[in-house]
Each structure stands twice: as C-alpha cells, then as structure tokens.
C-alpha cells in the first residue's frame, strides 16, 4: 500500500513539475504568442540578474520579440488565423466546470489554483473576444466610438487583482524553503507562471494592436468621415456576392462592395472637375458680356484671375484625392503609413503650388494698377515681400511635412551641429547677398526701372532679387550684379531727380566779332531760357506732395534731386573763340524729352546768334607771312 502511494506521489509530482516546465510551450494555441511568452520569460530573468553586460542581450531579444509581435499583427490582419482559434464556446465550457470542481478544492492552495485557472480562462476569453470584435469592426469600417469600446472593455477584464495569488507564491517559496513541493504547490505554481505569462503577451500584444489601430483610425477619418464603410457594407451584405466576396478577398484583399464604392467615387470626382471648370467657364462668359453701364469691370478679372490660378492644380488635386481615398478603401486594415505619408506630402506641395499660382496671378493681374494707385509704394518692397512670402510658405511646408513623418524639426535643426556650421560657412556669400539686398532696398539706392551706372556697367534696374540684381544694359544685355557687390561699391544713379536734367554747353563765337554784340546775345539767351517752358529757373514749380521729410537736417532739393540752376554768362577766350557758358536744367527728367528740349534751344540760340551778328567759331588756322627782305620767310601759326 505503501508502495502504491510512493508511486502515485512521484508521477503526480513528476506530472507536475513537467507540467510548471513546459507550460510557457502549451498555453497558447498561436505559435507567434508562444514566442513572444518565451521571449518575455528570459527577459525576466536577465533582468533579474541585473548584469550590466545583460543590456545589451536584452535589446536584441527585444527585436526579436518586436518581429513575432508583427508577425502575429500581419497575420490577424490578414485574417490567416482559423476563426475558430478565437472561438469561446469551449472556453466557457472549461470555466463552468472548474467553477463546479472549486467546491471540491480541501485547501487554501487549492482553491487558489482553481481560482488562476478560472482568472486565466477569463482573460483568454476576453483576449479571443477582443481579437475578433476589433477585426471585424475594422472589416465592416467601424467608427471609433465603436473600436474604442472594444479596447475599453478588454482593459477593464485586464484589471484584476492578483495580490492574493502573489501572497500564496510567497507562502509556497518563503515558508517552505528547502522543502520539497506537493503536487498541489506544484500545480499552483505552473498555473500562476501560466497566469503571469498571460498577462504579460496580452498587455503587448493589446497595447501594440491598440496602437496599431489608432494609427490606422487617424488615418482613415477621410473614409469614415464619408461613410464609406456603410455603403460597402451595405452592398457586401447582399447573399449572392458572399463568394465571390470570399474568394477576392482570399487573392485580391478587396471586395465586390469596395470595388463598387471606388468605381463610384471615380465617377463622381471626374463628374465635379469638369462641372466646376464648367461653371468657371459659364461665370466668366456671362460677366465678359455683360453690358451693364454699373457692372463693375474688376469683377471680371477677379472671376478670370481665380480660374486661371487653380484650374491646373485643382485637376491635379482631385486626380490625386481619387487615387488617395481609393488606396485608403482597398488598405483600410492594412495601414499603409508609407503610402499615405507621401500622398499628404503630394497634398502640401499641391497647396504650395496653389499658393504661388495665387500670388504670381495677382502679382500679374494687380500690380500696374496698384503702383500707379500708390505711387510711393516701391516695386522692389513688393517683390522683396512676395519672394519672402514664398520662403515662409515653403518654410511651414517642410516643417508640416516634417511634422507628418513624425521628424521632430526643432531636434532636426539641433542635430545639424558642426554640420550645420559647415553648412553656414558655404552658404556665407549667399547670406551676404541676401542681406545686401535688404540694406539695398532700406536705403533706397535704387529701384526698379531706375538708370545706374558702376565702375563695371550701367544700365536699367530690371529687378532686385535675394541674390543678384538684373541690369539691362542699353546694348540689350541682361547682366547680374551680385548684390554684396553693388552694396559695397559706388553707384551712380541718375534717376533719383525729380526736376531737372543738366544741359550744358559752350557756344564759341568768332575774335572778330564786337563785344557789346557778344553780350546783348548773352542777355537774349538768359531771357530766352529764362522764359522758356521746359526749362527749370527759380520761379518753376513742382508737386512736393511726393515729398516726406526724414527726422534728419537735410535740404530736400538735394534728397529728392530737384535743380533751378540757370546760368548764361561769357565764359572765356578759347584758342579759337570767344566762349559762352550755357548752364541750365530741363523740367523733365526723361531722355526722349530732355533730347527734345534740347534741340529747341540750340534752335533758338542759332537765331539769337545770327540776330546779332554773330558767327560760330570753330577750330582755325591763321598764318601770317613776313620778309624783310634779308632772309626767308618767317611763318607764325595760330591755332
């Protein structure tokens, strides 16, 4: 009899410990939780060795367990698992009889080995539960509410309190050191091994798929937000599409529903492109011939510039909007990040486009209007201002798009460093010319249109970029001027006047002519000039509504380049005339006219010459002979 007890004690002992060993490879019926639960397991330990070299191990273990978790993720997805791993009627068969065997249970061990075993069968329950809700709920397109409800109620079956278990593992390990373990202890302990292990693989797996489907869910409110996910459903429920819906979605990953839906949306986004083009066109039409006295001819350009800007990037927009919501209903439950990361990188570079499109078009459309109605406004401050607008708009660009690859762009400048230094330093004559260009601008050396002339060309101001200034000369060439240069250099810029373009001359007339004739011109030029309408003197006045005073002392005939200047006098005895000086300015400012003007008072003074019978003197050669009859002659030249 007693033999028989021995015997019966060391296979239920033997049954036991075999039972605590191999446990951690039977709890599971998925192969990819049995890894990650083995994983998890040597974790623990190395952790409970708190080795320093044991750090390293268990970030390469970690990797590992990361892999198994994806591949469990792919897989559920996919829907590769047989359905009825996640089948409950057995579990709960299991859980009724160990409530009906705990009655049985003689000790506190036992009863608490009865209770893990019905805590575990619970949990595996409410995993299995959790597993097939979230996968069908992401297959009928279900809203957040509704998945969020799914999690919420695995967390609360999670929440359990295990102190009492933990207390019975002490008592088995504390107050019986060195003493053989019962069959009872022993069975205890393989099912609280068994209870922690199941904790541990579906707090990952719950936390990893919970992720998962977060991300899943922000990404997808495109498609829920349009209720697409009813219409599909609502087409795959008809019976006589349940096979086929099988077999596309065994080969194809797609339905007859959502083949249908996306069929749909493609129509209707190729029906709304040419149906707003269309009304564009009909809107622009109808205002082109409209004949009303009142009807206000802005409208019309308004209406034409908005159409001109966004007709090529709205196509552009809803050809790609089609190929995105359709990629999001053929991979809902796939959560191709990748792919919707570089469609709303294509959507903000579209809207850039749009953006500049918008402001290159108003530049264009409104420009001449807007300088001739602010006159003081600077062409090159309003193309300063849109090149920096286009440089803040990039600018947000990138860090949205940045933002969207999940790329910190604070910790992305900071990461540059010596990199970034580097970067500086070959940039540097970039940076120069930027600034150059601001300290040009802000001290108004010149602007666009304006004549300016440098030891190294001169020409037309044509514009006054960030980098260079473009100069037409008047051979028609178009030169660039680094900015750093023209900044750092001496410019003449013949432009800044605002009355008066210098004539001067000298008019020569002959040695033989009488003074008092010489000076009665004199006096005739003065008057003439002095009378003339295009010529400026001290009584000519002139619009100082354009003129601002600084806070500084200074005269605003010389800031704004106004001259008065008229001067005729008799100059001086040249080689071969007698000179008049002719020094005056010209009311206008502009060469065509200035030439103009000119030619009327050379007319003039030619007749006032004559009048007074006078010639012009021009370069001569007098020789005087002289023989005084005891040598050759002696010649004298005067020239």
Known sequence: MRLI??????????????????????????????????????ILKLRAMNLKDNKKLIEVIKKERLLFINMFLNKYIANKYPKNLFNNSKNKKKIRVL????????????????????????????????????????????????????????????????????RVYKDIYETNKGVNKNADELKFLACYYMLEDQFLVYDIIFKNIEQYVNKMSSTQTMVNTLHVGDTIDAINKHTSLKKTNIALKKYFIITVGEIITIVALLLFIFILYFSILAIFRKLISTLHNKDDDNYDSKIKVDNHFIYKSLAKPLKILLFLFAIDISQRIIFYAYNNLDVIYYIDIAYALIFVWILFRLIDNYVLTYSGNFLVEFPGMRAEVINFSITLLRVIIMAVAITVIL???????????????????????????????????????MDNMFSQGDWIVTAKGQGTVVEIGLRSTKVRTFDNALTY??????????????????????IKMKIGVTYGSKIDDILSAVDEIREMLEEHPDIANRLTQFDQSSLQSRSRIEKLEDLYGISKTLLVFLDDYGESSINILIYCFSNSVVWDEWLAVKQDVLYKIDKIIKRNNLEFAFPSETLFLSNDGKSAFDISVNK
């Open 5 to 42: 007890s021995l015997l019966i004690f060391i296979i239920t002992s033997s049954f036991a410990f075999d039972y605590e060993k191999n446990i951690e490879y039977k709890r599971f019926k998925i192969v990819e939780l049995n890894k990650i639960s083995d994983i998890q397991r040597e």
């Open 99 to 166: 409530k009906d065997n705990k009655l049985s249970a003689s000790t506190y061990i036992q009863d608490a080995t009865y209770n893990i075993k019905i805590l575990s069968h619970q949990l595996k329950d409410a995993f299995n539960k959790m597993l097939y809700d979230a996968n069908k709920a992401i297959d009928n397109y279900e809203s957040d509410k509704v998945i969020n409800s799914i999690f919420l109620t695995f967390e609360k079956a999670m929440t359990v309190n295990i102190r009492v278990y933990r």
């Open 403 to 441: 933002d969207n690859m999940n790329i910190s762009v604070t910790g992305f400048l900071a990461s540059l460093g010596i990199g970034g230094i580097a970067l500086a330093l070959a940039a540097k004559t970039s940076l120069e010319n930027m600034f150059s260009s601001i300290s040009i601008i």
């Open 481 to 502: 001027f680094p900015n750093s240069y023209l900044a750092n250099t001496e410019v003449k810029n013949f432009s800044k006047r605002k009355l008066g373009r210098r």
